[in-house]
């Protein structure tokens, strides 16, 4: 093998290396990416199941009165605001349930409201 073909052959493992190694830092980032993602849906839903809960507790009520409350929940380690709003318009009260958290920088809220007789 010639001294030219031995320094070829040693950039064409380089090149192999580089590009291997781009493939595993890409694929890395997509596999936090991804579990970031899925913590943050499985965080939504169980708020979801949450707030469905207190809806349903609500609505079971014999009586309902007017009250604005905020409780501190911690769900999964992260510290989650539920806010409890009940209006009366009428006859028709009205009631609000918000819930906000703070998650890699971002505020989510969810909000659900209903109509209570």
Do not use: P
């Not at 969810?110 to 007789?117: K, N």
């Amino acid at each position: 093998m010639s001294r030219s073909e031995r320094g070829f052959v040693l950039l064409e493992a380089l090149c192999a290396v580089t590009i291997v190694s781009l493939t595993i830092m890409l694929a890395t980032a997509l596999w936090h990416a991804s579990i970031r993602q899925e913590r943050q849906s499985e965080l939504h839903f169980l708020v979801s199941r949450i707030a469905v809960s207190q809806m349903e507790r609500i609505g079971e009520a014999q009586s309902i009165a007017t009250v604005e409350r905020t409780n501190e929940l911690e769900i999964q380690g992260v510290s989650v605001e539920e806010r409890l709003l009940v209006e009366r318009e009428g006859q028709i009260y009205r009631v609000v349930l918000t819930y906000s958290w703070l998650e890699g920088g971002r505020t989510h809220a969810q909000t659900w409201a209903t109509l209570h007789l």
